[in-house]
């Protein structure tokens, strides 16, 4: 195709020139002779961004002029020049550097939308989308004279300076749209505190609505997330410092950005095509400004975040809108200590102290009686701010505090007393646990000595009834050995005298199977309570059995005597001599008669 176009005339190659000088133009660059229109766009080197017209709805309607990132689905807008002056489509919209280098947003009446002077006279001046996504207006030289990067919306990019000091330049705030799709400036921003200038702070109007951490000189912040090592530091210049966030090349998108509802997101473009975050402020509505209330703190250690009370101080209604009270009043002139609180984040509203050590700032507090806490910080030696060190004081409620894993700076809180005050709580708990262990010791023993002397009267009580039983003239003359069985083994034995250990029953009691002594099988003849029968009764019986022992007959192995239980335990048959000798009551009736 292109071969035919250059065999016509040879005064072609001299009329493409000038098309092809247009066509190797970089098309991340606006110029005088090259205005941008509706459906035109700025391509930063290596295509990362995109400058144009947007609409943020389906509509299309209103068109603002933005940046958003150009390789990635969808539209991630990241900075909007007419925010709160959309044009109508209908009106052709346009951006161009003018006769007078400035470059302006118009529309096709002449209406002017935005506008930044450039204050060069001539041409040469030109606008360029870097790849970082920073817009920037130069002189004919380079020199920049204007940058998107100096005047944000609600998003901080990679090596974007955020000004902190009030010096040189103006300190200027993240706004956060107004709504999902809506560019216009919203009701949250974000930006330093003016009041300190140590601390950024998250408003809704013009009232705080979350507080973020304080700054610690140059490292504010590093971590690793899905292969991205980013950086926060605050660097120091000639015209002040200033806040930046950094990531390292090849990292993925990743983007600082404060929504429509007020909270500030760190956000990594991920594996899945889609943004997720890492970071977030408020966390929780416990980070919200001063949620947990006076000398309340957001406990976030746990699983879930929690409004607690601060070491010394109880609630002060049924939730946390009113705070908490001290449990005992702070009063000048009377003793104190200064309770070390870990982990947490700096109450509001402080006194910041220039040029003090550890020491200095510990006496500056404990010397003011108003004072009722103290923070004090090492920061680095090569840091952006002139102090080295930090020391905070407060003389009032202190609002606006948490305990947080990722926080290292300890609070020095003041309560009343001496230090002993600080043992009531261990007393609290060490005494009741102390008595409820000696209650039970003293129980464990009371039953211990119980049983013991119980066994040893049940002992002597059987060995009385064993010489008895043993040494009567009936036996002829010979001495007898009937061994006792404790209650407590036979009842063992017949799982209580269950009914699935039964094996017989008579007119004198029942008679049971069991197990004594390892595996040696016995029948307990256990006698019924209304069978009349005594201890003269029961050693007769003993008596009689024994001059009755014979190899046909089941042997008598040992008796009990348990209060009014009586108990005799023979050797186990499983034949019908056993059943004879046990359960017969007509036998039973002659053996008594033949006595």
Not at 182 to 209: A, R
Not at 324 to 351: E, I, N, Q, Y
Not at 530 to 544: K, P, V
Request: glycine share 8%; net charge positive; proline share 4%.
């Amino acid at each position: 195709m292109w071969k035919m176009a250059f065999r016509g005339t040879s005064c072609v190659p001299i009329l493409i020139l000038p098309l092809l000088s247009s066509l190797c133009q970089s098309d991340d660059q606006l110029t005088d002779a090259k205005p941008l229109s509706a459906g035109d766009m700025l391509v930063s080197k290596g295509g990362d961004f995109a400058l144009g017209f947007f609409s943020p709805n389906s509509s299309n309607t209103s068109l603002y002029l933005g940046i958003w990132y150009n390789s990635i689905p969808g539209r991630t807008v990241v900075w909007t020049a007419n925010r709160d002056y959309p044009i109508a489509a209908t009106s052709s919209p346009m951006l161009a550097i003018t006769n007078n280098s400035d470059l302006v947003l118009s529309d096709s009446q002449g209406h002017t939308r935005w506008v930044v002077k450039s204050g060069i006279t001539g041409v040469g001046v030109t606008a360029v989308l870097r790849s970082s996504g920073n817009f920037v207006l130069q002189s004919p030289n380079g020199t920049s004279i204007w940058q998107s990067f100096d005047y944000p919306t609600d998003t901080i990019l990679p090596g974007m300076r955020i000004y902190l000091s009030k010096r040189a330049r103006v300190v200027r705030r993240l706004i956060a749209w107004k709504g999902p799709i809506d560019p216009s400036t919203g009701d949250f921003s974000l930006g330093l505190d003016p009041k300190s200038n140590l601390q950024f702070v998250i408003w809704q109007g013009t009232m705080p609505y979350c507080r973020l951490s304080m700054l610690n000189n140059e490292s504010v912040g590093s971590g690793i997330y899905q292969n991205t090592i980013f950086t926060e530091v605050v660097t120091g210049t000639g015209d002040g410092f200033y806040y930046k966030f950094l990531v390292y090349e090849g990292s993925p998108y990743s983007r600082l950005m404060l929504d429509y509802m007020g909270v500030f997101r760190f956000l990594i473009w991920n594996n899945r095509s889609s943004w997720a975050t890492v970071t977030e402020h408020p966390a929780s509505s416990c980070d919200l400004y001063a949620s947990c209330g006076p000398f309340g703190y957001c406990d976030s250690m746990g699983t879930v975040a929690t409004c607690r009370c601060l070491d010394g101080f109880e609630p002060a209604g049924l939730n946390f809108s009113s705070g908490c009270r001290r449990t005992k009043a702070l009063k000048c002139g009377k003793p104190s200590h200064f309770v070390p609180l870990p982990r947490m984040k700096a109450p509001d509203k402080f006194l910041h102290v220039l040029n003090r050590s550890f020491d200095e700032c510990t006496t500056d507090c404990s010397n003011n009686c108003s004072c009722t806490a103290y923070s004090y910080t090492n920061l680095s030696s090569n840091g952006a701010m002139a102090d080295q060190s930090r020391c905070l004081l407060w003389t009032g409620e202190l609002v606006d505090t948490g305990k947080y894993s990722n926080y290292d700076d300890n609070l020095y809180l003041r309560l009343a007393n001496s230090p002993v005050r600080n043992n009531s709580k261990l007393v609290k708990i060490v005494v009741p646990t102390m008595a409820c262990v000696l209650i039970l010791a003293c129980l464990l023993v009371g039953i211990f000595k119980y049983r013991a002397s119980k066994r040893k009267k049940y002992g002597i009580h059987n060995g009385a009834m064993l010489g008895y039983l043993s040494s009567s003239n009936e036996i002829g003359g010979e001495h007898v050995d009937f061994p006792f069985v404790s209650f407590e083994d036979i009842s063992t034995a017949t799982n209580n005298f269950s009914d699935s250990k039964q094996i017989g029953s008579g007119g004198f009691g029942k008679v049971y199977k069991g197990i004594l002594q390892g595996d040696n099988e016995v029948a307990i003849k256990r006698l019924s309570k209304g069978s009349g029968q005594g201890i003269q009764e029961f050693r007769n019986e003993i008596i009689l059995i024994a001059k009755l022992q014979h190899k046909n007959l089941v042997r008598l192995l040992g008796c009990c005597i348990f209060g009014d239980e009586r108990l005799l335990i023979y050797e186990y048959l499983p034949n019908k001599s056993l059943d004879a000798f046990l359960f017969d009551n007509m036998c039973l009736i002659g053996l008594h008669a033949s006595k």
